[in-house]
């Protein structure tokens, strides 16, 4: 079993339709959870952060956490072309020497249409 | 820009090449780390180095050397790869944090093709 499991899609909405990413984790230690989103041709790049269950708002984004179900969600509202990327949710765990591991899912590709 | 720098963008290499990926960032942060993301497959963590000192190596073959001669550079030396390496090599940074709560900042990856 995959520590974090994600839906590749691809998945196309037409621009302003809400957008719903899922993925579910294994690891019930987990306590920070992460959403990535990855241009084509770039590397990721941060787009929220939450800590342990419970919603987070950042402007048209809304994280959600759901440790009883082992549930993290991305919802995008009002879509726009430019938010076409690969969404990619993270758990991050300390490290006993320090720093941190980053355990991905496999992305799920979103096309946002004219 | 993320203050990650990586070179270079796109490599070719044969099999009996040796070659190095650059990592370089100018953020201040003392743990440095290298990804790889093959095609289908999750971002997978390759090697971790805090303060200069590897502080994991994820099983990782013995033909990816990795140094990191001070904080803000790190390299990743390739000899001898199989084409299945064939993949996007990420590097990352971030401040050390032991409860797992920090946010790593990632360059824009070596796409690395091995013939």
């Known amino acids: 079993q995959k520590e974090v499991e994600q839906d590749p899609g691809p998945l196309s909405v037409p621009e302003g339709a809400i957008v719903s990413l899922n993925c579910t984790y294994s690891?019930?230690?987990?306590?920070?959870f992460m959403w990535y989103r990855q241009y084509s041709r770039k590397g990721p790049e941060l787009l929220m952060y939450?800590?342990?269950?419970g919603n987070k708002e950042d402007g048209r984004f809304t994280a959600q956490v759901d440790k009883s179900s082992k549930y993290i969600s991305l919802f995008i509202r009002d879509s726009q072309p430019s938010d076409s990327a690969t969404y990619l949710c993270?758990?991050?765990?300390?490290?006993?020497?320090?720093?941190?591991?980053?355990?991905f899912g496999t992305g799920t590709q979103l096309k946002v249409e004219l | 820009e993320t203050g990650v720098t990586q070179t270079p963008r796109h490599l070719v290499m044969g099999m009996t090449n040796k070659k190095s990926l650059k990592c370089e960032q100018h953020?201040?942060?003392?743990?440095m780390y290298w990804y790889k993301q093959s095609a289908k497959k999750p971002l997978e963590l390759m090697f971790v180095?805090?303060?200069?000192?590897?502080?994991e190596n994820n099983s990782v073959p013995s033909r990816f050397s990795p140094e990191c001669p001070n904080s803000s550079h790190l390299f990743l030396h390739l000899h001898t790869l199989q084409p299945e390496d064939s993949a996007l090599y990420l590097c990352?940074?971030?401040?050390?944090?032991?409860?797992?709560?920090?946010?790593?900042?990632f360059g824009q990856g070596t796409r690395l093709t091995v013939v």
């Open positions: 690891n019930s230690a987990f306590q920070y």
């Open positions: 993270a758990t991050s765990e300390g490290l006993t020497g320090g720093g941190n591991k980053l355990t």
């Open positions: 953020l201040g942060h003392n743990a």
């Open positions: 939450t800590y342990s269950s």
């Open positions: 180095y805090n303060f200069k000192e590897q502080t």
């Open positions: 990352a940074s971030s401040h050390p944090q032991d409860l797992g709560g920090t946010e790593a900042f």
